[in-house]
């Protein structure tokens, strides 16, 4: 059990627990019993392609954070092409015809921990998470005035404590509203509603060269009054999160819910409320959350959540192939990809694949592959040279075996492939490096263009 403010004792009496503070103590008590919880959610992205070309449209879902970690059960329809940001945001790529509509349907448990989960690597932050962007106006003149007596994070967090009124008039009148930003945040402080609380504290903090992001997602609360938000059409929640250098870690906090509660503690002590679904770093505005994908009906329900009472125990499961390298339309011997899939819904980390050879005639380009990470159905492929010294091309085994970060179980397999000679590797390099310039500008023209989505629906971020 975690306690803030510290009680005075805590007891057990007929088989209760019982707390007791100092009746001086004016402070708002917050209590936590245990520090995990867990949610099964069901997420639509509804996607339109209205034009008259084929285009991409790319979706972010729920990530790893450092206090979360997800478990997808499936991806309808399925897709091998997800990558990850430097924000951190796992984006899925999906291809969609002319003039079609697609529904991506996602189930997934999520697991939401008081303390950082040493599983998921922290993402150290960049440059562009201090810099100058739409809605967090750093050089602005009443934001230098701000902070130049602020001395540190928390004194800016008090400030926009101090300074913003959480507006319920906007919630009780269902009124749609724009985006304030920082600015506009400090030129209305009783019009503001979580993006505003959440713009003025990562604009504050930056502009103090603090890297601060935008997490946006869904957050559990029983009593609206206390923690303004409604599940009706999708309504998210936004909050913010700093780097705390001295620790090395990415610290989530909500002045709105603090503002809101009458001084409950989310800067030192966050909860197991908040579910990430997209991050906002590098750009202030995308990606956007699942529940903003919305399609003509803008009424839909999108964001399914119940509570869960275990998380999958899964082991890591991969899918191991290759294929030949074409230049031409014809293949290379001894030139291949290597097609690494992962066939599970949870992510790996520090994923370290070993090749060898029976046959003392063949030379691999690879013997060791390392991977930061590989996501939940992600597709990796990756360049796996084997040459022989024979002169005549043949299919070879190889076989291989591979570890994760945490995991203490042994994986192996073999893969077939086919060798070439020593001199492919001359004769192709500079017809292999103009096949594949060629190849990727056939790609680019043959796809079309990527499709960003952008919530129809204004207030689904508002409150």
């Known amino acids: 059990m975690r306690v803030k403010p510290e009680p005075a004792s805590i007891n057990l009496e007929n088989q209760q627990l019982v707390t007791t503070f100092n009746e001086t103590n004016?402070?708002?008590?917050?209590?936590?019993?245990?520090?995990?919880?867990?949610?099964?959610?069901?997420?639509?992205?509804?996607?339109?392609?209205?034009?008259?070309?084929?285009?991409?449209?790319?979706?972010?879902?729920?990530?790893?954070?450092?206090?979360?970690?997800?478990?997808?059960y499936s991806l309808d329809p399925p897709t091998t092409d997800i990558k990850r940001d430097e924000d951190g945001n796992w984006l899925a790529t999906y291809q969609l015809a002319p003039n079609t509509a697609q529904t991506v349907h996602l189930q997934a448990d999520i697991q939401v921990t008081?303390?950082?989960?040493?599983?998921?690597?922290?993402?150290?932050?960049?440059?562009?998470?201090?810099?100058?962007?739409?809605?967090?106006?750093?050089?602005?003149?009443?934001?230098?005035?701000?902070?130049?007596?602020?001395?540190?994070?928390?004194?800016l967090y008090q400030f926009v404590l101090q300074t913003l009124?959480?507006?319920?008039?906007?919630?009780?009148?269902?009124?749609?509203?724009?985006?304030?930003?920082?600015?506009?945040?400090?030129?209305?402080?009783?019009?503001?509603?979580?993006?505003?609380?959440?713009?003025?504290?990562?604009?504050?903090?930056?502009?103090?060269?603090?890297?601060?992001?935008?997490l946006t997602g869904y957050a559990y609360t029983q009593n609206s009054a206390l923690r303004p938000l409604s599940l009706e059409a999708d309504v998210l929640h936004a909050w913010p999160e700093y780097f705390d250098s001295e620790n090395k870690l990415w610290r989530p906090v909500d002045p709105t819910w603090e503002s809101t509660t009458g001084g409950v503690d989310y800067f030192t002590q966050f909860d197991l409320n908040h579910v990430v679904f997209a991050i906002n770093g590098k750009s202030s505005t995308t990606p956007y959350p699942a529940g903003?994908?919305?399609?003509?009906?803008?009424?839909?329900?999108?964001?399914?959540?119940?509570?869960?009472?275990?998380?999958?125990?899964?082991?890591?499961?991969?899918?191991?192939?290759?294929?030949?390298?074409?230049?031409?339309?014809?293949?290379?011997?001894?030139?291949n990809s290597l097609m690494i899939i992962n066939t599970t819904g949870q992510a790996w980390y520090d994923l370290t694949l070993t090749f060898k050879s029976a046959d003392s005639n063949l030379t691999l380009g690879q013997t060791q592959v390392f991977l930061p990470v590989i996501l939940p159905f992600q597709l990796i492929e990756l360049p796996f040279d084997t040459m022989s010294t024979n002169w005549q091309a043949s299919q070879v085994a190889v076989s291989y075996n591979f570890s994760v970060k945490d995991s203490q179980d042994s994986h192996e397999g073999s893969i077939s492939v086919q060798s070439g000679p020593p001199i492919v590797k001359y004769l192709t390099e500079q017809?292999?490096?103009?096949?594949?310039?060629?190849?990727?500008?056939?790609?680019?023209?043959?796809?079309?263009?990527?499709?960003?989505?952008?919530?129809?629906?204004?207030?689904?971020?508002?409150?």
């Open 431 to 463: 017809n292999l490096s103009i096949g594949l310039v060629i190849g990727g500008a056939v790609g680019i023209f043959g796809t079309g263009s990527l499709l960003v989505f952008r919530p129809r629906r204004k207030r689904s971020l508002r409150r």
């Open 165 to 214: 009124s959480y507006s319920y008039d906007k919630v009780k009148q269902n009124v749609i509203t724009n985006r304030l930003g920082a600015v506009g945040a400090l030129a209305n402080p009783n019009q503001a509603v979580c993006q505003e609380f959440t713009d003025l504290f990562i604009t504050l903090t930056r502009a103090k060269g603090i890297p601060a992001r935008r």
């Open 114 to 155: 008081l303390d950082p989960n040493s599983l998921v690597p922290m993402i150290e932050p960049t440059s562009s998470l201090t810099a100058e962007k739409k809605y967090w106006e750093t050089s602005n003149s009443a934001i230098q005035k701000v902070i130049q007596n602020k001395q540190s994070v928390g004194d």
């Open 26 to 72: 004016p402070q708002t008590i917050s209590a936590f019993f245990g520090d995990t919880q867990i949610y099964s959610m069901t997420l639509r992205y509804n996607l339109e392609n209205n034009t008259s070309s084929p285009n991409l449209a790319q979706i972010a879902l729920p990530p790893d954070t450092s206090f979360q970690r997800v478990s997808y």
């Open 292 to 335: 903003s994908y919305k399609g003509t009906d803008l009424n839909t329900k999108d964001v399914e959540v119940t509570f869960a009472t275990s998380f999958p125990k899964l082991k890591p499961d991969l899918s191991i192939t290759t294929k030949p390298v074409k230049t031409f339309g014809l293949s290379i011997p001894g030139k």
